[in-house]
């Protein structure tokens, strides 16, 4: 992770920056995407209320605080490919800033009240290194940089290496994803209020399976929200 940061640090001192989004040279006030694409992003704002599309998802699945996504994930927006990009193309700082931007808006709303640790959706070892690294980590990263709240990234693991959810269908996705994941610190979650960070929204199968297996882990003495940095727009669709 540090030579990572090496390289990337060196790389904007050399190149000059410009926005993912539109390709414009940034001006030397503006962070990595451009004022004119910050103002037009999709945001969902679902961060300011509580019983929304997403927090309903989970109703009758698992118990969860609080739900929200950053933006709508739209067909063929630029920012649906910057989430590949950061995805697939080792553009992890990307996911980083992507984070830090989505916490200082959720800062300005009552969303991280009472959250005392940060959790990443672990990706199973095998599929972590063939990647290099888990963009949902430098997500997890990003909010808690900007936020404070510390992050946890060995309490819970992926013991199984399920076939990656975009490749399967939306009706096979439950069956797919049971006892995936294995609490290996407990200690390190039971009586605390977890924010459960992952890129992308899509069934919400991945996140509810997550969130039961802390919940039996911990025998319920535990709370649990959950942020995205995008959701699928079918979910206000149904
Ligand atoms: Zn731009």
Redesign the pocket.
Known sequence: MFVDRLIHTLKSVIIAP???????R?ESAESF??????LAAPFTQLWHKEDNVMSRRFWGIVPIERAAAFMWFVESSPWRELIHEFKYHNHWFLAENMGYWFATELMRSDFLRDIDLIVAVPLHWRRRLSRGYNQSEYIAAGISHKSGIPYCFDAVKRSINNPPQAATQYIDRWQNIENIFTLTRPEALCGRHILLVDDVFTSGATLSTLAQAILKGCNGNVKISVATLAATRHLIDK
């Open positions: 410009t926005c993912p989004i539109c390709g414009r940034l995407v451009c004022i004119s694409c910050q």
